[in-house]
């Protein structure tokens, strides 16, 4: 029922782990549902002094397209700007896993939502410091 | 790569002895039965032979035996058939929260119909309570409904006691054995069941046949209408074959029950306290009465589904606990049953051994599992490691 | 003694080539495509593929093929589940007199739930009329079900027209396909049919599995209740080794259907023309359309069952027209159907070829059958000879 | 579903036919139903001379049953007294052949009829003759 990609992406997630003093933590999901994801960013300046994510781990509890679309983000948004990272549609991560089963849809909106809430950290620390 | 298939519960591999019995009955003596020329009477004679045969191992009437498409279709025609055929009696139907799907939906689709049913609770360890089942047993109960063993957590339901308390009553008792037969030794008579289910590729037969035992005198409906074939209970072409095939393997697996349940229970535990050494882990289900094959465990901070695909890429084949084509998003209602919390449900894995299964295949899951949980646990934010 | 099998009809002896598609998934590649493992997704792609397959011989899309345990299943599936579903918008089924039993008799039972059915008359060639049709189809009317070719007399019904009909009027259309699946070519679309059923034992496949097509977007109830595989439509453990031969039977059938068919008639008409030597003799239905392997005959003054049994007695299987369990007394409906007066009924001999069959069977049949009608004639009062 | 005794009897059918100038007939049955007997018998008296069935045919039409208990029946009740033939049983017959399928106990009771029939015929011939 999972795709090719999925599988692999699976068997050989990137961005997986946890980054030490990062600038942006996200917690989302919950144990009941079975799917938890903690999103973890670094954020530097480009060139043209936009905020851009320079780094990012996830940590996941979940099922196999839990752990996939959670590697998959981390991959797509590396190097994004934050603006251009928070407009990141879950279509386009399901896609870029050739698609995922209906049921499992909501794992893409959930490492989204972990990613929005990182950068809500980030920013709120941020905030506090300036 | 070593290929250790532990998922027994969800299907077997066909024994070759059965597909050897199967053989003549595809190409050669392949009449329908319904024919009345010799290659019908051959196919007819084939069938009633099996009949014979089953009703013998379950002790059973062979007039009492219908041969369905599968436990799906026997627990189907059980519950919706009795349940039609009876409701001048009254409209409750009992069975319990941890049934099969093929009970619980088909209950759900009876009061539907305005039917009323109730479900019995389980207890921690994983059973139905017989204090509890004279509370659910009602004058207008037409029918009670429990598994003999549960197909995620093996353990086995005190039927006979479950089916007394029924005929004292009056009510209709029926029991999925889907995984008992051909693994437990089952005496209808003995054990007061009126209605009992049953599939062939559970028990090392084909896959696409079953059965459903009908205590001679029950009032039952049919699902499907036409040529009136099984004394008008299913109607289609007898698959034969299928039925010889089933047939073999009960015959088979009655015989070499005791020998085979002493050896499977041996790697099972031995598989259960290797893994029960891996840290933050448990046991679903208490160990006796269980299916002598099944290894239900749970793993803390990890996924089931993870944990079955990581096991699969080392050739291991574990569930985590139903084989069901709707992948629910719904934490296993057998183990929310036994009063798991919804994140312990998710940690679920089930192995369930068989004919084939060796020490050294064992030995492999105890070498390869400690290294995935460790593996997925790392990458899960629970646990706090 | 020589064997010459007649009753392809009834069903047909599974092909080699069909088994030895089947045979990696007997004991092999045995897991349960419900099974996330390895073992699991060998047989969900197996199955996948083969539904695949099957799709593309009918013109379909793969999620409009639903495996089901046979022809029987199929029929119930697509009435009992399109009418139940589609309760809201009437209650009208209309289908034909000379329908199969599985259809008949799930007619008859949607009858007592409250359906109102009504039954096409067929014309003394063994036909339904499109001018009949018109008249039946109503405002009210859900389905409409007429076979594709009559299992016993073989006509073959002017489907396209009749879907084309039902199109018009918002009606949804039914063909019970299992005497033309892998006979004759088919092409939903083309044919504007919403559903039709299908028996892999009637063209050289297994038995014990069949499919139902239905168009995306129909709205069917299913029988059964379960894990919901099949989209939901039929639960229960996929017969994987079933449905992998299934499609290769379909797939054989299929390429070599042009040639077969020629063959076939050549001694169909070969078989027709020389049981017409022997007197007060007829055939039933008319020869074109007609399946190429169907030859239903009547004899005057003697009983069918009789001469099926002296025939078997020299090996040769014949019918008396259908192989349903229940050996009833009444006169084949569908010969009464088509005008035929009782006692011409109760004289009737259908012999269906298949790919096995040699002309030197056929001229073994000839041999025999004058003898065995004399004999009988000889012992039976009618007929005053 | 036929017993084995059946099928014996069906292919090997004994007093099938004819009997020219028969003392009684008896005509049974009907084509619509797709069982039709006709029963030959001839009369004659024993030492104590009372009437007996010295020969009987009977002709059928009809399935494997009807064909098996006629030949039956005809066995059974020949050399009989008339008195006693009366009073078989059509449980008799039935059992003679080992059983037959409930859809086809009508035809023991067939094969009886068209005996009694025949009889009924041979008397009322007698007594007009008388
Ligand atoms: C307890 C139980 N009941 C019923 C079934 C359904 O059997 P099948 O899938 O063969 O229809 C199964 C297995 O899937 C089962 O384990
Ligand atoms: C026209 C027709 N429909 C339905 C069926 C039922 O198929 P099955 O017996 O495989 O369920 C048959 C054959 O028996 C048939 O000939």
């Given at each position: ?130 | ?70 436990g799906?279709?026997s ?102 054995a889907v995984?008992?037969v ?14 009992l289910s049953a599939s062939a ?9 079953g059965f459903?035992y ?172």
């Amino acid at each position: 029922m999972y795709s090719k990609k999925v599988l692999e992406t699976f068997r050989n997630p990137k961005n997986i782990g946890e980054i030490k003093n990062p600038d942006g933590v996200g917690k989302i999901g919950n144990e009941k549902c079975g799917d938890v994801m903690w999103v973890y960013i670094k954020v530097s300046k480009n060139k043209r002094s936009q905020e851009i994510i320079k780094d990012i781990k996830v940590k996941t509890f979940g099922c196999v397209a839990a752990i996939s679309t959670s590697s998959v983000l981390a991959t797509i948004v590396k190097g994004m700007t934050l603006k251009d990272a928070l407009k990141i549609d879950k279509k386009q991560i399901a896609e870029e896993l050739d698609g995922l089963p209906p049921a499992k849809m909501h794992c893409s909106v959930l490492s989204m939502d972990g990613l929005r809430k990182a950068v809500e950290d980030y920013r709120n620390k941020k905030a506090k410091a300036d | 790569m070593k290929h250790v298939y532990l998922d027994h519960a969800a299907t077997t591999p066909l024994d070759k002895r059965v597909l050897g019995a199967m053989k003549p009955y595809f190409s050669k003596k392949f009449g329908n039965a319904g024919s009345l020329h010799l290659f019908g009477q051959e196919a007819r004679e084939a069938v009633e032979k099996a009949r014979e045969s089953i009703a013998k191992a379950i002790n059973a009437k062979p007039e009492e035996i219908v041969f369905t498409s599968g436990g799906t279709e026997s627990d189907n025609i059980a519950l919706q058939g009795v349940m039609r055929a009876n409701k001048g009696k009254g409209k409750g139907l009992v069975t319990s929260v941890f049934e099969h799907p093929a009970v619980l939906r088909t209950a759900e689709k009876l009061e539907k119909e305005g039917f009323e049913a109730s479900y019995l609770p389980v207890t921690k360890q994983g059973f139905v309570e017989l204090q509890e089942i004279k509370k659910f047993l009602k004058k207008e109960t037409i029918l009670a409904s429990v598994m003999h063993a549960n197909n995620e957590i093996g353990t086995i339901q005190p039927i006979e006691e479950i089916g007394k308390l029924c005929r004292e009553k009056g009510i209709l008792f029926h029991s999925d054995a889907v995984q008992t037969v051909g693994k437990e030794r089952i005496d209808v008579e003995k054990m007061n069941i009126d209605l009992l289910s049953a599939s062939a590729h559970k028990f090392y037969g084909p896959k696409g046949i079953g059965f459903l035992y009908a205590k001679q005198g029950t009032k039952i409906y049919p699902l499907m209408h036409g040529g009136g074939h099984e004394n008008g209970l299913r109607s289609g072409t007898e698959n034969v074959p299928g039925i010889v095939g089933m047939e073999k393997a009960l015959e088979i697996a009655v015989k070499e029950m005791d020998e085979e349940n002493e050896k499977l229970k041996k790697l099972r535990n031995k598989l259960i306290d290797g893994c029960l050494e891996i840290k933050n882990s448990w046991l679903n289900g208490v160990r006796e009465p269980r299916l002598a094959a099944n290894a239900a465990l749970g793993f803390d901070f990890v996924e089931g589904e993870s944990m079955i695909l990581m096991l699969s890429d080392k050739g291991i084949a574990a569930s985590t606990g139903s084989a069901c084509s709707t992948k629910s998003l719904e934490p296993s209602h057998v183990l929310r049953a036994i009063g798991l919390p919804h994140v312990k449900c998710h940690g679920s894995l089930r192995f369930t051994l068989g004919r084939a299964t060796t020490e050294k295949d064992i030995d492999y899951v105890l070498e390869t599992l400690p290294g995935i949980v460790k593996r997925l646990r790392e990458i899960s934010p629970l646990g706090g490691k």
